[in-house]
């Protein structure tokens, strides 16, 4: 993997702790973190925007960080389009007689390419997974979606999704008319351990679909089994009145079943690296455990939760602990918690912007 440098979000003599889950804290850490580059981006974005390329391992948080910037900079300036949320959601527009017009209608004006938009159409009806949609038709989709809302920053998710797309992501902007829009690579460093603790210990709610972590980010209920001496979240939705979490099939393998996806993912980031002309914005999520106290404060490391059954009383008490993981290198890190990385992604934007 190449370098990705640690970026410094401690400050020297601070000594103010947060509680990074609670919304409202989160808004006083950005504030004291990164105060006055957040208002150097809301000034630029009242009459400018940029093109963000989001490249990462699969469930390496592209999502999740893009929203919170968002939600942190300017939530009205801000779009973030996942490539293959759109994807999935063509399949309900073609079911509708009006909206399925109007697609076929864009995309007759709009896509160019070899495979005919017959057949294009009879694969995502049929659900055909193991069939690549080609680049041109992406870029189409993309279009399309962008075409639909006044003109903003964009962050895409999902493209280039392969190595031969990385040239088409080089002049994406000219393609949606951002010509004279800076654009930029973000790309995500995540250890393999770290997201397949994600995977094995995820929980979701079988009633509203939400998703938590036993290990790492466990609902404010947690139950127990004695029979089975095992310990389970309890949904936080009102709506569900303590509906039981679960684990999804297959989840207890981790990452075995997406090795491939995950080397490939690796090899587009390399690629991307590599290239010239383009700025890219690094984000590291792990930090070696030896000196990480050099860089970032406590709070913003990633815990790791363990329960424990307390006979006398019946109640589960919670503890935890920093989480240690094993990088892709074999060094014992830890893992930083989302806004800490949002830290270092707007302040590294801001540098790209010239702000």
């Known amino acids: 993997m190449a370098e990705f440098p640690i970026f410094k979000t401690k400050i020297s003599g601070e000594k103010r702790k947060f509680n990074l889950i609670d919304p409202k804290e989160q808004e006083k850490y ?27 391992k699969k469930n390496s948080g592209k999502g999740t960080y893009t929203k919170m910037f968002a939600q942190i900079v300017s939530p009205d300036k801000v779009a973030h389009f996942s490539v293959g949320d759109i994807v999935r ?13 109007e697609l076929i209608n864009f995309l007759e004006n709009n896509y160019r390419g070899r495979v005919s938009l017959k057949d294009l159409i009879s694969v995502i009806e049929k659900r055909d997974t193991k069939t690549l949609l080609p680049t041109e038709f992406i870029l189409a989709l993309l279009k399309r979606e962008i075409s639909k809302q ?3 920053a964009v962050f895409i998710d999902g493209f280039p999704r392969g190595l031969d797309q990385i040239s088409y992501s080089l002049f ?51 139950g127990y089994e004695i029979n089975k001496d095992e310990f389970y979240l309890i949904c936080d939705n009102p709506v569900c009145k303590e509906v039981k979490m679960v684990s999804k099939e297959g989840d207890e393998m981790g990452i075995e079943p997406i090795k491939e996806r995950l080397a490939m993912d690796h090899e587009l980031i390399n690629e991307a690296f590599s290239l010239h002309g383009i700025p890219k914005v690094l984000l590291r999520n792990a930090l070696p455990l030896s000196s990480f106290k050099k860089y970032v404060d406590d709070y913003e490391i990633t815990p790791e939760y ?44 801001v540098k790209v912007l010239n702000l």
Request: charged share 35%.
């Open 150 to 152: 006044e003109r903003k």
């Open 89 to 101: 959601e063509i399949d309900i527009v073609l079911r509708n007689k009006k909206t399925r017009k």
């Open 30 to 56: 950005f504030k004291l973190k990164v105060g006055k580059e957040i208002e150097k981006l809301r000034k630029y974005l009242k009459n400018n925007t940029f093109v963000a390329y989001l490249l990462g």
């Open 306 to 349: 363990f329960f424990e059954w307390d006979e006398k009383n019946k109640k589960v008490n919670s503890k935890e602990k920093p989480w240690v993981v094993l990088d892709d290198e074999g060094v014992e890190s830890v893992s930083l918690l989302a806004p800490a990385v949002v830290v270092s992604m707007i302040k590294q934007i």
């Open 172 to 222: 994406f902007r000219d393609l949606i008319n951002y010509r004279d829009d800076p654009d930029v690579f973000i790309l995500i460093n995540l250890p393999n351990n770290v997201l397949s603790e994600r995977i094995k210990w995820r929980r979701v709610c079988p009633k509203c679909q939400t998703s938590r972590n036993l290990k790492l980010l466990p609902t404010l209920n947690v």
